[in-house]
């Protein structure tokens, strides 16, 4: 089973020096015919690099500093890579792809979920479904820990070299490894790869001399999933309670607020719609400008929560609350995702919200949920009844001022003292919801988007990932721990 490029991971730096030994051969030999085969060769080369070694078409050493254009070339990558230079750990396979395995293989009582890995974690190709039409997948919303590895693998400044990095990825599929386990009642199973885990990092000399800080970990769920504290709760591993990795900063798709967030980051969740050019980008956003938004004033994608016994019922009151609301009224409409796999099926919940000035976003087991980001995507404003749904959650990737892209309404309110959602969002002039749109369509909506793995290296827009970096790489590593170093 092939995962994309992850697993295929290519062996160590061949691909550039080959390259260049062609080039000087070339030069060596110098006659038309000897140019001709040395051409064929060296484009040859290029090709197998680009097939099997992406990740280091830049970082691989140019060992032949007689060439003056090989050491132009190579002072000017020092140049762009100072200070962002990437270490990914190379961890044993325990830790991320014998997961993926062991879904793949049916060993798991979650066989269904090895199709989520295809195409490096983006999931099958939606084609000819939406413009533009090669950028639509159905992404799961739990991808991330494989999306994110992709990325680093063919990161312009990854380094092997752990003395010198500005950051340390470690790619341990820790979303994936819980998803195995979540209703496992045995506290011992779910924390097996864990204590495994804490044990193999302590061993490594770059994790002890920074003492865990740059050390970046990449949790594709929410905080809850990894956060047990042991003696409290039946849910979720104790990743993020374990001493030794208190340093260490994540990447999760909810934060808990009461912790730094700096250290518990908050990312969007991944959408369907993954472009690889500015022009792919520019499309879309040029088409969810255009949308007449004539359908209905609202709009609500969800599953009503029938089963109260489980979870958090206050959410689920508020839900069906607006489900009733929703239903009764002439200007909302919704879509069951019971009914239709709304997650497999994105372009029918899309083609909804194009049509629609508001979404509502009622928290569903915790307060955040996909639906908003898809709400992004569509330039749809979302109308939120916590904060914790997304103004204390994303904090790198929304605007401070929460009024510039979304309305707000008090949960208590609308749940227990009959507050008119509808009538409410009536009121708004226009003049503010034009803004509102304007906001998330040239601002929010190209920073949520998740690029695709194999992007033009020449895309200027900066998405997720590259807004994560450049976050770490000036404030939230540097600052603080560069006497570390
Ligand atoms: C996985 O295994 C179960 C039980 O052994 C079996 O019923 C099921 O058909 C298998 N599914 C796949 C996709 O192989
Ligand atoms: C975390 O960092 C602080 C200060 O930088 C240090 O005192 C502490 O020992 C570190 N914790 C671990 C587990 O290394
Ligand atoms: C919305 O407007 C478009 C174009 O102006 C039109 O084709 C479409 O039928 C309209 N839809 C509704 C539901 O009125
Ligand atoms: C909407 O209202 C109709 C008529 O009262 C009812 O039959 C239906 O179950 C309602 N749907 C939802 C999702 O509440």
């Known amino acids: 089973m092939s995962y994309g490029g992850v697993l295929g991971a290519p062996g160590p730096k061949s691909g550039p020096k080959v390259v260049w030994r062609w080039v000087l051969v070339c030069m060596v030999l110098g006659t038309a015919g000897a140019l001709a085969i040395c051409g064929f060769l060296a484009g040859l080369g290029n090709y197998v690099m680009r097939q099997q070694s992406p990740s280091r078409t830049i970082v691989a050493d140019i060992e032949d500093e007689f060439v003056p254009e090989a050491r132009a070339i190579r002072k000017e990558r020092i140049r762009l890579c100072q200070g962002r230079r990437v270490y990914t750990y190379n961890l044993p396979k325990q830790f991320n792809l014998d997961i993926l395995d062991r879904f793949c293989q049916n060993k ?22 939406m413009d533009p039409l090669e950028s639509w997948y159905r992404t799961d919303q739990f991808s991330l820990d494989l999306m994110f590895h992709e990325r680093m693998r063919k990161y312009p400044c990854a380094t092997d070299d752990p003395e010198i990095a500005d950051l340390y990825y470690v790619p341990y599929y820790v979303g994936w490894d819980i998803a195995e386990h979540l209703f496992t009642p045995q506290i011992q199973i779910r924390d097996q790869l864990v204590q495994r885990f804490v044990g193999w990092m302590m061993a490594q000399p770059s994790f002890n001399r920074l003492q865990g800080h740059k050390h970046l970990l990449v949790l594709g769920r929410i905080v809850w ?13 104790s990743l993020l309670s374990a001493p030794e990795l208190e340093n260490m900063t994540s990447l999760m798709l909810e934060r808990n607020p009461s912790i ?36 209905s004033l609202v709009s609500l994608a969800g599953s009503p929560r029938r089963d109260k016994t489980k979870g958090s019922v206050m959410y689920y009151y508020l839900r069906d609350n607006l489900f009733e609301q929703c239903n009764k009224s002439e200007v909302c409409t919704f879509i069951i995702c019971d009914q239709i796999d709304c997650q497999s099926n994105p372009h029918l919940v899309t083609k909804l919200l194009l049509q629609s000035t508001f979404c509502l976003q009622p928290p569903g087991d915790s307060p ?18 916590t904060p914790l749904s997304a103004h204390q959650q994303y904090l790198w990737h929304l605007p401070q001022d929460g009024d510039s892209y979304s309305v707000l309404f008090d949960e208590v309110e609308v749940r227990d003292k009959g507050f008119d959602v509808m009538s ?52 939230g590593l540097h600052d603080q721990y560069d006497n570390l170093t």
Request: aromatic fraction near 10%.
């Open 424 to 475: 409410a969002l009536k009121q708004i002039p226009p003049s503010r919801i034009k803004r509102m749109q304007r906001t998330i369509v040239e601002q929010i909506l190209p920073a949520i988007v998740y690029d695709h793995p194999d992007r033009d290296p020449n895309k200027k827009s900066r998405d997720v990932i590259d807004r994560i970096l450049e976050h770490l790489f000036t404030r």
């Open 225 to 237: 999933d990894f956060d047990r504290k042991v003696e409290l709760s039946n849910w979720g591993n």
């Open 108 to 129: 798991t009582n979650y066989p269904e979920m090895c199709q989520k890995f295809i195409n490096s974690g983006l999931g099958f190709e939606l084609r000819h479904v």
């Open 260 to 295: 730094d967030p700096e250290k518990q980051v908050a990312v969007p969740y991944p959408t369907s719609f993954h472009p690889r050019s500015d022009s792919e980008l520019k499309l879309w956003q040029k088409k969810v400008a255009s949308s007449p938004r004539n359908g």
């Open 368 to 385: 955040t949920r996909k639906g908003i980001f898809d709400c992004f995507m569509a330039g749809t404003i979302p109308v939120f009844f």
